[in-house]
């Protein structure tokens, strides 16, 4: 149904989005060495065109950086990437899967965890309890095995392992302190740790991270970017959201930059700072 | 060309909006069937359907008129106001204590009047025949009591939680409705009592083909007649003033409403004005109607202006109306096929398909009022 | 409340108490003849009382004692003469009534109160304990006042636990739905009554005699986990669809569908139906015939009205039937010279009333298994989803979890539990029919919920109590109460023509049309509760506990294997609760 308006929008994209270099070696790329690739990805609201053909990918391993002045439709690809919002056209592939237009719960479940601009703690529940809710594959989620007797014993030794990862994870980031306060108390950059923390309870193959550094003080601000680094260091991949240009210029190895809805450039920091069209789209005169 | 712009239009509609054409083919199929019905001898006649069709639309407007104070309060307090068919009943027993006072003075002892006691409905003889200015005394005393009934409501339950979620407000006004209909009870009694004289309203037989007749009741038409200049009073009140225009903005748009906020007490005051003084006035004619009412008329009515409000879109003045005339005329027309126990049972299924399927009612997306 | 109304009570019926006439109460303006030269003794009482522990009681209790031994001395020498002359509530009333006029001498009883608030603080279950107790304090005493015997009060109590026992498990099943789901359900009648008629048609006798429809006879076990199992389908086939809805539109949407489950259940066109050769129906609105209640049968052989008693009928019937102790026997006299009055304490209980007490005694285990089947639902991972979703769905959604298949399971297991509920309740009187599952009922269990407090299944006990014993039950004994001690002459049957009188200054047809009317009043005071509590206390009793939603209690596993960086700060840890612990025990067997 939707195949040829898609196949032309493509087309479009491309046309537009002139002559992006990866565009056209994306569907070749090896889904192992990428884990998250997304295709000619387009979203209109009513009249408005919100991405129009965004490709890129994000390599296995990457600190990947995806930036764009406001309006540039990071947002947007961001909430089409993680089901928020069904793309009008486009392919987003985690995998090698097509997860396109798939619910939320099910992409996370898929191991593409995000969070989010505004941190959503839960406020009523324990920084704990916040930690314990994230892990995927918990038995005592069904109900049967959390009221019948016989099978209540299995939960409770996996809460008891829950529990041991969560505490060593608060530890990683440094907020066990706040491990039994409720998340409603915490500061704005707590939070922010919280919700990486949780995110990463829940073993992600890739954690999708919207603006993680908004609101945080400087020496949280610093605090979390070393826990990414490390934790890059280990193997996890991110997709970062920012609209800081020097953030994401000094942290990440890879860099896409959005304008108009679609992908302007794409590379290494100093790849994309040299870039005419991003220097003039973006940066204006600032550098 | 033509045909296949055709099929494509045709093609879009059934892709965005299936449910609109879903409904169209029920519709459509129960209109053949009608139809066929009609057209085979002993089954239905056309005296018939025309009073399905004459008794929905008096069914649907009383509905209607109850509905439109609920569809504003709902869209610009923003909860469902489960209080409001006690403000029907309200303003009904407030109205016909008024009428009866006017009918029956000099005649009957006046506490009896006032509580619409034990009397002869016969002797006291109430119609729009005989006494119509005691029912126009009794209409509007029924609206200026439930709109001075729905403010002092306000302000003792509903201001001080001007800012909790509808969830809240609408488990107050379960609770309003409770001590409201208890409260009529106590003060008026549990019995279905008669109100006007069933012998002198007129009835006009209305020739159909097929040699049957329509009977139209003169309280039925009354009932049509002051529903319909009622709605259109509303109409030019929120057309012309500023404060009605406002309003108006505000319930259709929730938006808008959003981005402006609480609304102002100026608008929740009016807004109370108007859908109390409906709810009164529609719980009379309702009322004038039946010939009879009890304590509690307005609480099995409310699902049914539910169905109505929601019918027609929360917010939308007409909408409300039109989804009244539709519950009503569905739930009559209901009778063709299923037994009458099962008619109100259609009108809830109605409801909740449009509710499933199409929660913005069905007449979203179009500017009314 | 209790000790005011015990207050009250004493100094109406003055003549058999005189020290509530000389304690002189200065609050109670009636008969309250100040007596000046008691307020020293007063002191020296709250002093007393004021130092607590065992002088506290040590005086509280000699203060029953003299209660005890002025009643002897006043009305003892004529005790047979007294409406129910020697009995064991006599006696103790007015031992009672002495007592608590001394804790009480200056209102507010604040010894008494302070000891309330006390024990309050303690835990969920103190809390349960207490409001169960005044429930008995105050039945005891609408028993004393209205002279009923022993039996009487024990059936009045079997009657008020078994509305609080019926209560309590709806709220907790309406507490999993709106407390932990944040589903709003005003369907519950509905889900009661399939779950009712599908248990009543599968188990019903196949002949119930010409007044009935027959069911198809099968095991009660049967007919009840079909009724509980349709119950929770038809939750299914409501959820599917209706989750996504906004929840003003998702309770609109249940309200009517129980209605046309009402509705269905009343129509004529399933009164009586044949399928496949079998004959059965809904009854109509006539109604329908349960099968024998099976507590029955622990004391009679068989479920009809003359049957004889089985065995253990056959030993508890006439042992409680005759239990009557002689304390002093006719005749005896103290020291031989003084005579007394013979004493007889009259337990005897009758049949009726003990198989009604031996049912509520059912009922409360099956109030304990829904509380911890719903304390163990809350506490797991299940629970904490469910919470998060109460919270913010899309956090819930975004960590992987289906939000929509919590949300269904949970409402199915919910209206699996009110159509139980429904059975327990319905099914044991014989009989019921479509006007008992009006959407009032629905309303009633939102009300106890909300006094209980939405959140916890503690409060939803206590909520359900609070309801049968002070806005259900209590009513209906105050009027009894009151029509007992005050003439009121004929009652007005119309209001106005209560309210005339007024103008002569007469109150009393108005009390009298009021009391008359106290069902009525009764609504209109749920309507006010209501109102009352969503504007002052939403939260209600014991709401918006924070009880942590875990399988095992939150802590640093190991004793603190942590090298002393992040010292857990206990600053808000609510865990000091009954349910939580319940739980853990039930989680670590």
């Known amino acids: 149904m939707s195949s040829e308006p898609g196949g032309a929008d493509a087309d479009d994209a491309t046309d537009t989005a002139v002559d992006t270099p990866a565009a056209a070696a994306e569907g070749a790329r090896d889904a192992a060495e990428h884990p998250l690739v997304v295709e000619g990805l387009h979203k209109t609201f009513g009249g408005i065109t919100a991405v129009d053909g965004a490709s890129f990918s994000v390599a296995e391993g990457s600190l990947t950086g995806l930036i764009g002045p406001n309006g540039a439709g990071k947002s947007t690809t961001f909430n089409c990437i993680t089901g928020v919002h069904t793309p009008t056209s486009g392919r987003i592939r985690f995998r090698g899967d097509d997860i396109t237009g798939m619910a939320p719960h099910a992409i996370a479940q898929r191991g593409l965890v995000r969070t989010f601009q505004i941190a959503r703690e839960l406020p009523e529940m324990t920084v704990l309890e916040n930690m314990m809710l994230a892990p995927k594959g918990q038995a005592g989620e069904r109900l049967s095995y959390a009221v019948v007797p016989g099978l209540r014993d299995r939960v409770v030794e996996q809460e008891e392992e829950l529990l041991e990862r969560a505490w060593q994870q608060l530890e990683f980031f440094e907020i066990d302190h706040l491990a039994e306060e409720y998340a409603g108390t915490l500061s704005g950059g707590q939070r922010k740790l919280l919700e990486m923390a949780r995110a990463l309870m829940t073993d992600p193959e890739v954690v999708l991270l919207d603006e993680p550094l908004a609101g945080v003080n400087p020496t949280l601000e610093e605090k979390l970017l070393d826990r990414i680094h490390e934790l890059r260091e280990m193997g996890n991949t991110f997709l970062f959201v920012e609209h800081d240009m020097d953030v994401i210029m000094n942290n990440c190895e890879h860099v896409i930059v959005m304008h108009q809805g679609s992908v302007l450039a794409e590379g290494t920091p100093e790849q994309v700072t040299s870039d005419e069209r991003v220097v003039e789209a973006y940066l204006g005169g600032d550098v | ?369 | 409340m209790s000790s005011a109304d015990a207050d009250a009570d004493g100094s109406s019926d003055a003549t058999a108490a005189p020290g509530g006439a000389t304690a002189g109460d200065p609050g109670d303006g009636d008969n309250g003849r100040y007596v000046s030269g008691w307020t020293p003794y007063r002191e020296w009482f709250r002093d007393r009382w004021a130092q607590g522990g065992a002088a506290a009681w040590g005086t509280a209790l000699a203060h029953l004692l003299v209660g005890a031994l002025l009643f002897a001395l006043v009305a003892g020498f004529d005790l047979g003469s007294l409406p129910i002359g020697g009995s064991l509530i006599w006696f103790l009333y007015l031992s009672l009534t002495v007592g608590v006029l001394y804790v009480a001498t200056a209102p507010p009883a604040e010894p008494y109160v302070a000891w309330l608030d006390e024990r309050w603080m303690e835990s969920d279950v103190d809390k349960l304990l207490i409001v169960l107790g005044h429930v008995v304090l105050v039945f005891f005493v609408f028993a004393v006042a209205l002279g009923l015997p022993f039996n009487g009060l024990v059936g009045a109590l079997a009657s008020v636990f078994f509305f609080t026992a019926v209560y309590a498990m709806m709220v907790l099943a309406l507490n999993l739905h709106w407390g932990y789901a944040g589903i709003f359900n005003i369907g519950i009648a509905g889900f009661m009554a399939v779950g009712v008629y599908v248990m009543a048609i599968l188990s019903g006798s196949t002949d119930p005699g010409p007044a009935s429809v027959p069911g198809l006879g099968l095991p009660l076990p049967i007919g009840i986990l079909g009724g509980v199992v349709a119950a929770a389908l038809v939750g299914l086939v409501a959820a599917l669809p209706a989750l996504r809805l906004r929840a003003d539109y998702f309770a609109i949407v249940t309200v009517a569908l129980s209605e046309i489950i009402r509705i269905t259940l009343k129509s004529t066109a399933l009164q009586e139906f044949t399928i496949a050769g079998i004959t059965t129906g809904t009854g109509g609105a006539t109604g329908i015939t349960m099968p024998g209640n099976p507590v029955r049968l622990l004391f009679y052989q068989s479920f009809d009205a003359g049957a004889e008693p089985a065995l253990l009928g056959s030993v508890l019937f006439p042992l409680l039937e005759g239990l009557r102790v002689t304390l002093i026997p006719p005749g005896s006299s103290w020291l031989g010279i003084v005579p007394l009055p013979a004493f007889t304490l009259d337990l005897a209980v009758e049949p009726a009333v003990i198989a009604n007490l031996a049912y509520v005694l059912v009922l409360a285990a099956f109030v304990a298994l829904f509380y911890v089947l719903l304390v163990r639902t809350g506490n797991s991972p299940f629970g904490r989803v469910l919470k998060a979703i109460r919270e913010d769905e899309v956090v819930a959604k975004s960590l992987g979890k289906d939000t929509n298949r919590f949300k269904i399971v949970a409402f199915m297991f919910g209206c699996g539990l009110m159509g139980l509920g429904g059975i327990l309740w319905q099914g044991s009187q014989g009989f019921t029919n479509p006007g008992a599952f009006r959407p009032i009922i629905t309303f009633y269990i939102w009300v106890a919920l909300i006094i209980g407090g939405a959140g916890s299944n503690t409060g939803s006990v206590l909520g359900g109590a609070l309801f049968a014993g002070a806005i259900w039950e209590g009513p209906v004994y105050v009027r009894r109460v009151v029509t007992n001690f005050v003439e009121f002459g004929d009652t007005p049957g119309t209001f106005p023509a209560a309210v005339a009188p007024l103008i002569e200054g007469k109150v009393l047809p108005l009390l009298s049309f009021l009391l008359a009317n106290v069902s009525a009043l009764r609504f209109i005071l749920v309507g006010v509760i209501l109102v009352t509590l969503m504007q002052r206390r939403p939260e209600g009793l014991l709401g918006h506990r924070k009880e942590e939603a875990a399988a095992i209690p939150l802590t640093r596993p190991g004793g603190g294997d942590g090298d002393g960086i992040g010292e857990p700060t206990a600053a808000a840890d609510p865990v000091a609760d009954g349910g939580r612990d319940d739980a853990a025990d039930g989680g670590a067997r």
């Open chain 2, 1 to 369: 060309m033509g045909i296949s712009e055709t099929y494509s239009r045709g093609r879009n509609l059934a892709v965005s909006r299936p449910f609109v054409l879903v409904a169209v083919a029920v519709v459509a199929i129960l209109t053949l069937d009608i139809g066929r019905r009609l057209a085979a001898p002993g089954g239905l006649t056309s005296a018939q359907l025309a009073t399905f069709l004459w008794e929905g639309l008096v069914v649907g407007l009383s509905i209607g008129l109850a509905g439109v104070g609920l569809s504003m309060t709902y869209s610009i307090l923003n909860f469902a106001n489960f209080g409001h068919g006690d403000y029907v009943t309200s303003g009904a027993f407030a109205g016909w204590a008024v009428t009866w006072l006017f009918a029956g003075a000099g005649q009957f002892d006046l506490a009896t009047l006032l509580f619409i006691g034990s009397v002869s409905t016969r002797d006291l003889g109430v119609s729009m025949l005989e006494t119509p200015l005691a029912i126009l005394a009794g209409l509007i005393v029924a609206a200026a009591a439930t709109i001075g009934l729905s403010l002092l409501i306000d302000r003792l339950v509903y201001k001080p939680m001007r800012d909790d979620e509808g969830i809240s407000l609408l488990i107050a006004s379960i609770g309003v409705a409770l001590a409201l209909r208890y409260t009529i009870f106590i003060v008026f009694g549990q019995r279905t009592r008669g109100l006007t004289d069933a012998q002198s309203v007129p009835e006009f037989a209305i020739p159909v083909g097929g040699g049957g007749t329509l009977d139209v009741g003169g309280h039925e038409l009354t009932l049509v007649v002051i529903a319909a200049a009622l709605m259109l009073g509303v109409h030019l009140l929120l057309q012309t003033t500023k404060l009605g225009k406002a309003m108006r903005a505000m319930a259709d748009n929730e938006d808008l409403a959003q981005v402006t906020g609480i609304p102002t007490e100026r608008v929740v005051r009016f807004t109370w004005i108007i859908g109390g003084g409906l709810a009164g006035a529609s719980g009379f004619l309702i009322a004038l109607e039946r010939g009879a009412m009890n304590f509690q008329f307005g609480w099995i009515l409310l699902l049914m202006i539910f169905a109505a409000v929601i019918l027609g879109g929360i917010g939308s003045i007409y909408g409300a109306m039109f989804g009244g005339v539709t519950i009503g005329i569905a739930q009559n027309l209901s009778l063709v096929w299923i037994p009458s126990e099962f008619s109100t049972v259609a009108a809830f299924g109605v409801m909740i398909v449009v509710l499933l399927f199409k929660p913005d009612g069905l007449f979203s997306g179009v500017t009314t009022a």
